[in-house]
């Protein structure tokens, strides 16, 4: 049996559910490793969100080429780290440099319409979250199970296809308005399954800690954490643009 969530950073391990490897993984470690990432991506999102002036100079093209190509490398970064676990604090740390260019053209995007606010609203949403689901997880209320994974990975698959349909109705012109109730209902049920996603991360590390999983696991695990809370956050400011749309 092996230890593998249906966040997508985890199909690309190779671990087994036994090890025989004195230096393991440890909860501390996997702690360190995700404070690390977390940290890096909010320092140079703030710099690059910062650097950022759309009211000035608005979205200029090499932006737009930085934006697309930094989500490109992030991926990669994931790949990588995964098949080369040798290697994976110099990919990390390259999917924190890629991740946090791209969350700080978002953040500062939001920012500048709806306003400073709406970013401090999704990072203290996005950590309440992180610590209410790591309670539930923690005292037993939700159960991690083979149906809960495979419920996760319908319900995310459910949501691409959503998101695909919304992207091809937007191309084709018809109104944003026409389909805002479902692009409405699909960030909502994002913010849920981000959520809950949390709790595969939480349970994927115990399994892995626990079976003795090699010192290096830890990348790989605090990866796949940091993955699910960044795109909690994103999900979040999403759904908070929505509410202040509604109150405007």
Known sequence: MRFRGQNPVYKYGNYENTYEDTNSA????VVTKSTYLLGLVAVIAMYFAYTLDFVNTGITG????TIIIAPIIAIIAIIVTHRMPQIAIFTTTIYGLAEGIF???ISAL???VYGGEIIQMALIGTFGVLGGMLFLYATGVIRVGAFFRK???SMLMGIVFSSLILLILMFTGVS???FYSLYVGIVIISVVISSLYLLIDFDNITRYVQAGAP??????LALGLVVTIIWLYIELLRLLAIISNRKS
């Open 62 to 65: 090499n932006i737009i080429i």
């Open 215 to 220: 010192k290096q696991t830890e990348w790989s």
């Open 103 to 105: 969350i700080g053209f």
């Open 110 to 112: 939001f920012a500048s």
């Open 26 to 29: 440890t909860y501390g470690g």
């Open 151 to 153: 419920l996760m990975f």
């Open 176 to 178: 944003f308005e026409s």
